[in-house]
């Protein structure tokens, strides 16, 4: 008799498809868990930058500079507007890419790197049923109250993405 052949015996390969499906669902739950703790630390930190620039934004700063100094802008286009939250389900974003607008002073702008600029809304709270309006917020890592942003769109339209495909016409 081969290895395998007899039906009682305990099977520990973990080539076994048994075995592989069990893994593949460990791996999904934990792929998941890491996104969502992801998303949560993000929110928190914009959260946190959103109220440092709210605080700071009645006060001017002091500058030790005697020339004024110069503001200039910058704009980053087609950002996709990431959905963050804890709200159930999966959502569709209209519109799905946005702009963004950054303004300070030139050489706070250049030390800015644009691949960690995030735009996003918040779905927690938000039932898997009805379409919402949202605000668009950006987070920039680093620079809390430093920049000035401005979203375009600055509020975009959510809906859940099973209710958006059931509602769309079936393609012929």
Do not use: C
């Amino acid at each position: 008799m081969n290895h395998g052949d007899n039906p009682r015996e305990i099977v520990s390969d973990s080539s076994h498809p048994r075995f592989a499906k069990r893994r593949e669902a460990v791996l999904s739950w934990a792929l998941a868990f890491f996104l969502g703790t992801v998303s949560w630390l993000l929110i928190q930190d914009a959260i946190r930058v959103e109220k440092a620039a709210l605080e700071t934004a009645g006060r001017k700063p002091i500058s030790a500079k005697a020339e004024p100094s110069v503001l200039s802008a910058t704009r980053v286009s087609n950002v996709p507007i990431l959905v963050l939250g804890s709200g159930e389900g999966s959502w569709r974003v209209d519109p799905p890419f946005g702009v963004a607008v950054l303004e300070g002073e030139a050489e706070e702008l250049s030390r800015v790197d644009i691949r960690g600029l995030r735009m996003f809304v918040d779905v927690s709270g938000l039932s898997p049923s009805g379409r919402y309006e949202v605000p668009v917020r950006i987070y920039i890592p680093g620079f809390s109250g430093v920049l000035v942003t401005r979203a375009d769109p600055s509020h975009v339209f959510l809906e859940p993405l099973s209710r958006a495909l059931s509602s769309e016409a079936p393609l012929r």
